[in-house]
């Protein structure tokens, strides 16, 4: 698996995604679906400001030999808590992908309290959060009102 910011010459693969997984995912993350509806070369300039400014990192996962996977995003906050955020392309769902590319991310982020956020009855989402070493923490609300599991990983400075 290969995590890297996002380039511009990852229009097609987003393209295809929106092709072939958005109606798949709409249901789960109505905030992604929002955002990938609308101008890609934009999500792809925004995806790469935001990473080189620190404010949040969205990753393209990919594939050893380039096919393109998925997305994870990490979004840290100054109380030491990342958030992340992940879709996977419908031909590449429950390969045990997205997991990995999560428990890379706790690596590379730790020490913090990780969050995971998703739809109760997104049973593959929830997976990657129990795969990964989360623990169900309970429930929010998202911006738009949507019920969301809540999902934990705490990452002390001790850990090894």
Do not use: Q
């Not at 997991?99 to 593959?124: K, M, Q, R, W, Y």
């Amino acid at each position: 698996m290969i995590l890297r910011r996002y380039e511009a010459s990852d229009l097609a693969a987003l393209e295809n995604f929106v092709a072939t997984s958005l109606d798949n995912m709409r249901r789960w993350m109505p905030n992604a679906t929002r955002e990938l509806s609308g101008a890609l070369t934009e999500w792809l300039r925004m995806a790469r400001e935001l990473f080189d400014n620190g404010e949040r990192f969205p990753y393209a996962l990919c594939l050893k030999d380039g096919t393109f996977v998925g997305n994870v995003t990490a979004t840290p906050t100054d109380d030491g808590t990342v958030t992340f955020g992940y879709w996977v392309h419908v031909d590449h769902l429950r390969r045990g992908y997205m997991s990995e590319a999560v428990e890379a991310l706790v690596a590379h982020f730790g020490p913090a309290t990780f969050v995971i956020h998703c739809h109760p009855d997104n049973e593959a989402s929830a997976g990657v959060a129990s795969s990964a070493g989360f623990v169900h923490a309970g429930f929010d609300t998202d911006d738009l009102g949507h019920l969301e599991m809540r999902w934990e990983r705490v990452v002390p400075p001790d850990y090894n």
